[in-house]
């Protein structure tokens, strides 16, 4: 069965087993489950319902592999011939996540 999900501001497309790198969920440990609510379509063939948003009742669990920095990203900003620069670094917070079961 796959489902679609949003989750973190963004839309997934998942099936059980799956194994996809998100936002950093907060509070959550390596091991913690996470259920995901805002399933957007699920099932499989003729049985595939679309939610409008949302479909009422359906849930995905999760389980959170691994909390990880993301890799870095350089910011620069310029303006010629004035002497303006700016240099500054970031690093995303993720979670690896794993796609445990689905219910529609």
Do not use: C, W
């Not at 499989?44 to 999760?62: M, R």
Request: aromatic share 4%; glycine share 10%; proline share 2%.
């Amino acid at each position: 069965m796959k489902a679609t999900i949003k989750t973190q501001g963004q839309q997934f497309t998942v099936s059980e087993g799956d194994i996809l790198t998100v936002n950093r969920y907060p509070g959550t440990e390596k091991g913690s489950t996470i259920e995901i609510k805002d399933v957007l379509a699920a099932g499989e063939g003729a049985d595939y319902k679309v939610g409008k948003p949302t479909l009422a009742g359906a849930i995905v669990s999760a389980t959170v592999l691994e909390n990880k920095r993301g890799d870095k990203i350089i910011v620069f900003k310029k303006k010629k011939r004035k002497g303006y620069e700016r240099k500054q670094g970031h690093r995303q917070e993720l979670s690896v996540i794993k796609i445990d079961s689905i219910k529609a």
